[in-house]
């Protein structure tokens, strides 16, 4: 016997549709994000889909607003966590490292920006620079702030993009990005630190 397909309701609907575009992103890559492919994981209509997105373009530019709002928000509170002196330099390096590589967001920009989607960048970039503002709110001075986040984040995509490659071609170990952005992140916090008054 069929069990008829529970309505839901449209954030519901738009929350089932994203999580299986991420999904799809991590295990096929961004290509396989289409309006197609996700209605068929979620038992949903292409029309449905067309509803909330508007187009495949629209489903990939909310699938990273997604991804860049989750992972601004675990770096977020990271970042809180390491300083007040629990947390490590490292875990936020790998998060971001992680964002770009594993969860598939450096992927998913290039793809975006490859097929012509210019706008494809506002979301993460915005979701960045909200979480910069907020965290110089009560650290750094927002200059040193700012460039740590864009030397990170750089240093994040182009590893995600050609870092096993080229490590490998250079005789260097997988990690050796994510040690080198430890050393810098780690060396302008001591330098801020320093700073302080006492």
């Known amino acids: 016997m069929s069990i008829a397909k529970r309505r839901l309701s449209p954030e519901e609907?738009?929350?089932?549709?994203?999580?299986?575009?991420?999904?799809?992103?991590i295990e096929t890559g961004p290509q396989a994000v289409?309006?197609?492919?996700?209605?068929?994981?979620?038992?949903?209509?292409?029309a449905n889909l067309?509803?909330?997105f508007g187009s495949a373009s629209g489903l990939q530019k909310a699938l990273a607003e997604y991804l860049a709002q989750a992972i601004c928000q675990t770096i977020g509170a990271a970042v809180v966590k390491l300083?007040?002196?629990?947390?490590?330099?490292?875990?936020?390096?790998?998060?971001?490292?992680?964002a770009f590589d594993r969860e598939g967001a450096g992927a998913l920009a290039c793809w975006m920006?490859?097929?012509?989607?210019?706008?494809?960048l506002d979301p993460i970039?915005?979701?960045?620079?909200?979480?910069?503002?907020?965290?110089?709110?009560?650290?750094?001075?927002?200059?040193t702030l700012h460039e740590d986040t864009l030397v990170l984040c750089t240093m994040a995509l182009g590893d995600a993009l050609m870092g096993a490659q080229l490590s490998g071609a250079l005789g260097l170990n997988r990690d050796t990005a994510r040690v080198q952005a430890e050393r810098q992140l780690s060396a302008s916090l001591a330098l801020w630190v320093a700073e302080q008054p006492a």
């Open 83 to 98: 300083r007040s002196g629990e947390g490590a330099t490292r875990e936020i390096v790998d998060l971001a490292f992680d």
């Open 125 to 143: 970039v915005e979701a960045i620079h909200q979480l910069v503002d907020e965290l110089a709110e009560h650290g750094p001075e927002g200059r």
């Open 50 to 52: 067309l509803h909330h």
């Open 113 to 120: 920006l490859l097929s012509g989607n210019e706008d494809a």
């Open 13 to 25: 609907s738009r929350s089932a549709a994203l999580g299986a575009a991420r999904d799809l992103l």
């Open 34 to 46: 289409t309006l197609k492919a996700v209605s068929g994981r979620i038992g949903r209509t292409h």
